[in-house]
């Protein structure tokens, strides 16, 4: 099987992607599920999801690291351990990881949500969906790639590598070195442009929470792209 | 000063950029002008470099490490070693880097072409240029980041970090902890897609040529895109 690691989200997909964006948003994803979420509506656009509003259903997101006007939470993991949100829709939309997940979701088979957290729930699940490829998309910041989320891909990648025998692109040799030459997560995710950027806002306990590994069982899963709707669910 | 590295060109460069592409196409540019070519001229594409043929013109490049019917060379420095363009204009256009040359020329102040061949004296000519940013673009293959240039890029941030105090962008991050991993640049160079590709069709040969770091103290300048064109001198 083909283990493949886009550290920017790139044309089409074919099979079984992970999507990361460790800071923040698979992570937040992955505990409005813990936290009993019906389902995570990714929206396209800051409009699209103030468009959303609705009974039952919750506004997430940020851009540049804040809330946003309107919205009902940010894009805090922390925060959103805070709430429950049984029989709700939780719509997120972030800077960079709804749009990976929606560039994933317009082609590939199965789409996953992938952080440190659920990091060996989303390789197991992976493994047993894939048939030819397992692609991890690194979200990146801005269009470059993100030294975060290219650690994250690489724990994946060594999880993954462990339950069977992969051919690997310069991705995953890249991720994977990267993981190897560094242990201790909070070094990347603290030094990566994301991560100073939330310490310099006070936000540096969301870096230490995203940056515990496999503490989550939960996967977020894309349900449908009916009607553009692009859907994940804790299946 | 700011060291940031694109593992992809992106965007648009405000200070002094060394454009990457290890294999082969920054390498060679290098050998030409080794070889005393008057100028390189990075060309659009196949059919701009056909129409560009004339007296004291080599036209040389590839599509999928391959020679283009018509073009009077391939890609590779060690057949580009064998000749002398005294009084030549050498016409380049290769699958990935000469985009990416393209790209920095059109907005940076200074471009200079840089690969593990003239690697220390690309880094010291970029720190006797930049102002407030060096930045390293990898070519990187086919929209993706690639191992070889990764690897090259932080084989240059080395170099430079020994010259001098630099602020790293995720991307310096990335590949100086690849360059620290892996010392041998013939493991990098030789698992990396291009690198395989290039030895299924027996030239093996380049890899272990564009390998050899900082045996030339040449490097490919941007002198002019008056009209359009983008030509390199050694200067
Ligand atoms: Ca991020
Ligand atoms: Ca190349
Ligand atoms: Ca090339």
Chains 1, 2 share one sequence.
């Not at 804040?66 to 709700?88: M, Q, T």
């Not at 800077?95 to 989303?122: D, E, F, I, P, W």
Request: with cysteine; charged share 20%.
């Amino acid at each position: 099987m083909r283990l493949r690691v886009d550290l920017l989200p790139h044309g089409e997909y074919s099979d079984t992607v992970i999507v990361v964006d460790v800071l923040r948003a698979t992570t937040t994803a992955t505990v409005f599920l813990e936290h009993h979420a019906d389902r995570l509506l990714f929206s396209g656009s800051i409009e699209e999801s103030l468009g959303m509003k609705a009974e039952n259903t919750i506004i997430a997101g940020e851009r540049g690291g804040l809330a946003v006007a309107g919205f009902d939470l940010g894009n805090s993991p922390i925060e959103a351990g805070a709430g429950s949100y049984a029989g709700k829709t939780v719509v997120m939309n972030t800077t960079n990881g709804t749009y990976a997940a929606r560039v994933a979701s317009a082609s590939a088979k199965h789409v996953l949500l992938g952080a440190l957290r659920n990091a060996h729930a989303a390789a197991r699940k992976a493994k047993g969906l894939a048939v030819e490829e397992i692609a991890i998309v690194c979200s990146g910041e801005r269009g470059r790639a993100s030294l975060d989320d290219t650690y994250t891909a690489g724990v994946l990648c060594e999880y993954l590598l462990a339950m069977g025998e992969f051919t690997l692109n310069d991705g995953a040799r890249i991720a994977l070195t990267l993981r190897r030459q560094v242990g201790d997560p909070i070094e990347p995710l603290s030094s990566s442009s994301g991560g100073m950027s939330l310490e310099s806002k006070g936000l540096g306990e969301d870096i230490r929470f995203c940056a515990r590994i496999s503490e989550s069982t939960i996967v977020p899963t894309l349900q449908s792209t009916q009607d553009g709707q692009v859907i994940f669910v804790s299946s």
